[in-house]
T-cell receptor
Framework: DTAVSQTPKYLVTQMGNDKSIKCEQNLGHDTMYWYKQDSKKFLKIMFS???????INETVPNRFSPKSPDKAHLNLHINSLELGDSAVYFC????????????????FGNGTRLTVT | RKEVEQDPGPFNVPEGATVAFNCTYS??????FFWYRQDCRKEPKLLMS???SGNEDGRFTAQLNRASQYISLLIRDSKLSDSATYLCVVNTGFQKLVFGTGTRLLVSP
């Protein structure tokens, strides 16, 4: 199936731990993203990469480090996890980075629900 | 002021009803506009794009008013399966999409 897939689906961990979330897309898209959806369901962009190059880095703590080994993969590593990091993290991709036009919509993965205790 | 604002709802409607959602955006330079749908504990999915001339897709009609910076979504003949959160999404021109907080729709039998 062509899709954006991310693992794990659920992640429960303790404060202070380091964890990673992996994302892969086989849609042949050039651009990949990480979004965070908090408890109030507000979906906010964190990072975007175009062909392995960082394009957008919103005001995210530097405990969050994205890594893109190739244009089909964008992983998210989080150091020293805090309670406030609990959220659903969505990976997404789009065909190109040209302003997310009508011809270039976002395709989301099914999310990783992170719970920090 | 939030970049994209929506009434959070919930909108409770019976099957067969017509329901309309509104959305306003703050950046007049915004370039493209969308409605996404998000089911409970699922990922958002593109419902439809919103064009300046207005567009329709079956029971769904989207309108854009650039002068008022206002977007709407009309759902006719609501089905139980339409129950979801509807996200107004705007491309602000900075290579990113800004999402509204969503409007929750509950369609009851």
């Amino acid at each position: 199936d062509t899709a954006v897939s991310q693992t794990p689906k659920y992640l429960v961990t303790q404060m202070g731990n380091d964890k990673s979330i992996k994302c892969e897309q086989n849609l042949g898209h050039d651009t990949m993203y990480w979004y965070k959806q908090d408890s109030k369901k507000f979906l906010k962009i964190m990072f975007s990469y175009n062909n392995k190059e960082l394009i957008i880095n919103e005001t995210v703590p530097n405990r969050f480090s994205p890594k893109s080994p190739d244009k089909a993969h964008l992983n998210l590593h989080i150091n020293s996890l805090e309670l406030g990091d609990s959220a659903v993290y969505f990976c997404a991709s789009s065909p190109d980075s040209q302003g997310l036009s009508y011809n270039s919509p976002l395709h989301f993965g099914n999310g990783t629900r992170l719970t920090v205790t | 002021r939030k970049e994209v604002e929506q009434d959070p709802g919930p909108f409770n409607v019976p099957e067969g009803a017509t329901v309309a959602f509104n959305c306003t955006y703050s950046n007049s330079a915004s370039q493209s506009f969308f409605w996404y749908r998000q089911d409970c504990r699922k990922e958002p999915k593109l419902l439809m794009s919103v064009y300046s001339s207005g567009n329709e897709d079956g029971r769904f009609t989207a309108q854009l008013n650039r002068a008022s910076q206002y977007i709407s979504l009309l759902i006719r003949d609501s089905k139980l399966s339409d129950s979801a959160t509807y996200l107004c999404v705007v491309n602000t021109g900075f290579q990113k999409l800004v999402f509204g907080t969503g409007t929750r729709l509950l369609v009851s039998p």
